[in-house]
Nanobody, 118 residues
Framework: QVQLVESGGGSVQAGGSLRLSCAAS????????MGWHRQAPGKQRELVAT???????NYADSVRGRFTVSRDNAKNTVYLQLNGLKPEDTAVYYC????????????WGQGTQVTVSS
């Protein structure tokens, strides 16, 4: 069973920074993609950033240039550095892990709240 545990959320003022972490444990295929989605109240969950085990990253247009995703493969941990935060970044941020062995496996963390005040 795979578990994802997030940490690092909180409340900041606009322009501030936060760093989110997500540690995965359990039986994990080494070739995988980890990343972050977010969901604001009344809105659908949206992709924020992803990074493959090979280090290729992808960002939503709304966060590109402000957020940075990174990972430590030895620790099965993914990070999200959030800089230049805006009130519209307020959401619950969810970590996820995806890999393929005959079929796709998807796992989600419990979510961590990020609140940005103006």
């Amino acid at each position: 069973q795979v578990q994802l545990v997030e940490s690092g959320g909180g409340s900041v003022q606009a322009g501030g920074s936060l760093r989110l972490s997500c540690a995965a444990s359990g039986s994990i295929f080494s070739i995988n993609t980890m990343g972050w989605h977010r969901q604001a109240p009344g809105k659908q969950r949206e992709l924020v950033a992803t990074i493959t085990s090979g280090g290729n990253s992808n960002y939503a247009d709304s966060v590109r240039g402000r957020f940075t995703v990174s990972r430590d493969n030895a620790k099965n941990t993914v990070y999200l550095q959030l800089n230049g935060l805006k009130p519209e970044d307020t959401a619950v941020y969810y970590c996820y892990l995806r890999y393929m062995i005959l079929r796709e496996y998807n796992y989600w963390g419990q979510g961590t709240q990020v609140t940005v005040s103006s």
